[in-house]
């Protein structure tokens, strides 16, 4: 997936760009799964160059949260546009995972 690229594998560290939206959240999921079952870690996205996402996405991040939380790792998100860090924060979404 192009919009998904892998930066490190232990931690994992992952860029997100482009955009993220209904049409690719379960392949975004599925890239996400494949790097962290191969590596189990806590979890960086990297956002500089993410320029939309909607809800389906924003459920997606969630879902990833609770997959790493389950074997005790976080997740951090990183670099996102004032813009999408809104969306986060009106869907309260800051409190239960970190975005820096």
């Given at each position: 997936?192009?919009?998904?690229?892998?930066?490190?594998?232990?931690?994992?560290?992952?860029?997100?760009?482009?955009?993220?939206?209904?049409?690719?959240?379960?392949?975004f999921?599925?890239?996400?799964?494949?790097?962290?079952?191969?590596?189990?870690?806590?979890?960086?996205?990297?956002?500089?160059?993410?320029?939309?996402?909607?809800?389906?996405?924003?459920?997606?991040?969630?879902?990833?949260?609770?997959?790493?939380?389950?074997?005790?790792?976080?997740?951090?998100?990183?670099?996102?546009?004032?813009?999408?860090?809104?969306?986060?924060?009106?869907?309260?979404l800051?409190?239960?995972?970190?975005?820096?």
């Amino acid at each position: 997936m192009k919009e998904v690229t892998l930066l490190s594998q232990s931690p994992l560290v992952i860029a997100l760009s482009k955009e993220l939206d209904s049409a690719n959240a379960d392949e975004f999921y599925g890239a996400v799964r494949a790097y962290y079952n191969a590596s189990p870690s806590d979890i960086t996205f990297v956002c500089d160059e993410l320029v939309f996402i909607d809800s389906t996405a924003l459920g997606t991040f969630v879902k990833i949260l609770k997959m790493v939380k389950t074997d005790g790792h976080a997740l951090k998100i990183t670099g996102l546009s004032e813009r999408i860090k809104k969306l986060f924060v009106i869907c309260a979404l800051d409190r239960i995972m970190e975005i820096a």
